[in-house]
């Protein structure tokens, strides 16, 4: 369970922050910035003064102050439309709401607060949070290599900080620099005594293999903080995760419970993930609610079959972490693959390509919604970016489907056909791609008219399938044979 990375205010807003150097700077820091951008702008009312306090506020969460509506008001009637501050202006007073817009916002809001931040570390080089900061924004645009500049300045200028030292170890395995980030962990000297980076420590020890060189003092410090507080939830999950993957269930189960007395929002969301492979430990009712955990309650609303809620929270989840691929990898997946949540898939997806744009089980989920749309020039297109990366075999395997799924519905299909008895052959001893790509393809097979007994059989045989995906998946295909039903009527 690799470390959150969120903001510094939100992350001081969930308890997380410790009584390091960013506690000490926490919000009067941005208060004092944003008091002399509110008096420079009172002074003057000149749109520019207007657009430095509207980008600082809605940098820092203080977009709800009404001086930062004024400032709004001014540069939506002063600045130009397709400026972006303009974007930011329109959409806190309400006048932009387009899915179009939305993107443009994100895109704005990100250059908007990159500038700012590159402003306050060209003024104080010392300032290792703003560091951090920037290094966030770059990730959330996908400038990996400018964001590993912004973190490595970070860190030289403090090592030991709990949040610098989690945010840096977060963006290391972010771009699969694993070693890096056991480094920049190794290194902080408060990972001996402060269980949030033991928590990181040992998760992060354990993706490097070296898991077991940190297990005896973690479990010290657990016994002796009790695991029964905020401050030791994420070490007693990390060490109950450990133990179930050594095998010892009874340890594991122990050390999960104890982790969820007053859990942090990443715990929940581990112990969630790790109860979709073996159900260990009961998750108290209203527990992922009380902790704001967005990854966990999508998973809860999918089995539950509330497959737009889940998205929903998908989206959350990826505003939470918006330079992370795996909330729009999952909300686009579970929309697609359940036919309910299709338009609201190719938003998320697409949202997530701003920040991982050779993510190759993004692009194929972003081409099944646009093409799940009757969009098959686009879908076509987005798949085609796949060509020039590596892929793993099972991407590679549901990527033909797609391309299967295309075909059928442009209207060839013998090849659509072809295509996904081809995926089903290249899946890589997975046998849930397979039966996903036979369900799909007999789902298209019964919109071509060509029969649907072979797809009544694959329900019957999957209801009870394990697998969310295939369940989602059973349940689109028996709205495709009620309406291959109704036609024969």
Not at 151 to 171: E, G, K
Not at 407 to 417: H, L, P, Q
Not at 432 to 461: N, S
Request: with cysteine; proline share 2%; glycine share 8%.
């Amino acid at each position: 369970m690799f470390p959150r990375w969120r903001s510094l205010a939100a992350t001081v807003a969930r308890g997380e922050i410790g009584t390091g150097l960013a506690q000490q700077a926490g919000d009067s820091m941005v208060d004092r910035q944003l008091g002399l951008l509110q008096q420079k702008f009172a002074e003057n009312g000149h749109v520019e003064s207007a657009a430095e306090l509207l980008a600082f506020a809605t940098g820092w969460g203080r977009a709800d102050h009404p001086s930062v509506r004024r400032a709004a008001e001014v540069v939506e009637s002063e600045a130009h439309e397709k400026t972006a501050i303009y974007v930011l202006a329109a959409e806190l007073i309400g006048k932009a709401g387009s899915e179009r817009h939305s993107l443009m916002l994100k895109a704005a809001s990100a250059r908007e607060r990159i500038a700012g931040l590159k402003l306050r570390v060209r003024s104080n080089a010392r300032d290792a949070l703003s560091w951090v900061e920037l290094a966030r924004w770059h990730s959330v645009v996908g400038q990996s290599e400018k964001a590993k500049v912004a973190i490595r300045t970070a860190t030289a200028i403090v090592d030991s900080d709990r949040y610098v030292v989690r945010s840096a170890a977060r963006f290391w395995c972010h771009v699969r620099e694993f070693g890096l980030a056991l480094a920049t962990l190794r290194k902080a000297s408060e990972s001996r005594s402060d269980p949030w980076l033991m928590a990181s420590l040992v998760a992060v020890g354990h993706r490097c293999g070296e898991g077991d060189a940190f297990r005896r003092l973690a479990r010290s410090m657990v016994k002796r903080g009790g695991a029964r507080g905020l401050d030791e939830s994420e070490l007693a999950a990390a060490l109950g995760s450990l133990e179930w993957e050594r095998g010892s269930e009874r340890i594991a189960r122990k050390l999960l419970r104890s982790s969820l007395v007053v859990p942090a929002e990443n715990t929940v969301a581990h112990v969630s993930w790790i109860n979709r492979r073996q159900m260990l430990v009961e998750i108290p009712e209203g527990a992922a609610s009380a902790a704001v955990s967005h990854e966990a309650l999508a998973w809860q609303f999918a089995e539950r079959g509330q497959v737009a809620k889940a998205v929903g929270s998908c989206r959350d989840w990826l505003h939470d972490e918006a330079f992370s691929a795996k909330p729009a990898i999952v909300g686009s997946y579970l929309g697609v693959m359940s036919g309910m949540a299709v338009e609201e898939a190719c938003v998320i997806a697409r949202e997530g390509l701003c920040a991982n744009g050779n993510e190759p089980m993004l692009i194929n989920n972003y081409a099944a919604a646009l093409a799940s749309q009757g969009q098959l020039a686009e879908a076509s297109e987005a798949l085609g970016r796949l060509r020039r990366l590596v892929l793993p075999a099972f991407v590679a395997a549901t990527a033909t489907a797609t391309e299967g799924l295309i075909a059928f519905r442009s209207g060839r299909v013998a090849e659509g056909e072809a295509l996904y008895r081809r995926a089903m052959e290249r899946a890589p001893g997975d046998a849930i791609i397979a039966v996903l790509a036979e369900l799909h393809m007999e789902m298209e097979r019964t919109r071509a008219g060509l029969g649907r007994q072979r797809l009544q059989e694959l329900v019957a045989a999957h209801a009870r399938s394990s697998d969310l995906g295939v369940r989602l998946a059973v349940g689109r295909a028996l709205a495709v044979i009620a309406e291959a039903g109704e036609g024969v009527r």
